[in-house]
């Protein structure tokens, strides 16, 4: 990528994908580079949109996607609009979800603040015993792209990773020791018949990605404070979504959401 190009993923690409955000017109991927920028001038980018649509006001609690396809890949974060996250049941009316999806999903609560010397030392137990609820969540997929999930990686990742809103359900006491290779759950959409998974999380246990998370979250001297959520990758997806569908995510022994198109 030459520089004219990387001045423009830094300079053009956050604006013109907060004002798609808020309402402007989506954009054509073809009109960016197809190359991808080193991967610290994407999170550069990233970090513009999200200050850019509100997110991580200091000393406020935050909402976080994390996730990825298996546990030896690099994992994805992104923060997200306060403005899209929800409790159930919820109406999204509101919001602009283009070729919206949705997914299943466990979302985990803090109950202390992180600062970047805390998380450096973490492990899996130590990042668990940090919080103190989880939920059943709904993710609902958007993009800010007319090609959608058809765009380039890179550009999907800048666009907060395809997120549109979160809606969370009730919360529980943590469950770090749950058996999650045994969790059924389902997502059912208008009066269709449910799809169903079992033991389908991508990293096994959804507790598993709050040490890199965290050191991710606070990677420049950030604190996430007590309360942030962070939901931690789908244990099941239904894309192709449409206006006024009802559609229910459950998770056995766990409760339920319910989300409005």
Known sequence: MNSEDRARVRD??????????????????SAWPIDPPDSALIDCAQQDLARRLG???????QAWKSGGPSRTAALGHAALPPRGVRRSPATLHDLRLNRPGIEAEIALRLGHDVDAARAATLDG???AALVDGMTVSAELVSSRWLQAQAAPAWLRQVDALSHGALVLGDWLPP??????????CEIQRNDEAPQRARG?????????LLPQWLRHATREGQVVPAGSVVTTGAWLVMPNLA???????????????????
């Open 243 to 261: 206006a006024g569908d009802r559609l229910w995510v459950r998770f056995e022994g766990l409760g339920e959401v319910q989300v409005q198109l």
């Open 200 to 208: 389908s999380h991508s990293l096994g246990d959804p507790f598993w």
């Open 12 to 29: 053009e690409l956050p604006a013109a994908l907060a004002a798609a955000w808020w309402g402007g017109p989506l954009l054509d991927a």
């Open 55 to 61: 997110c991580n006001q200091a000393h406020e609690p």
């Open 175 to 184: 469950q770090a020791g749950r058996d999650w290779a045994q969790q059924a």
């Open 125 to 127: 137990p130590q990042a």
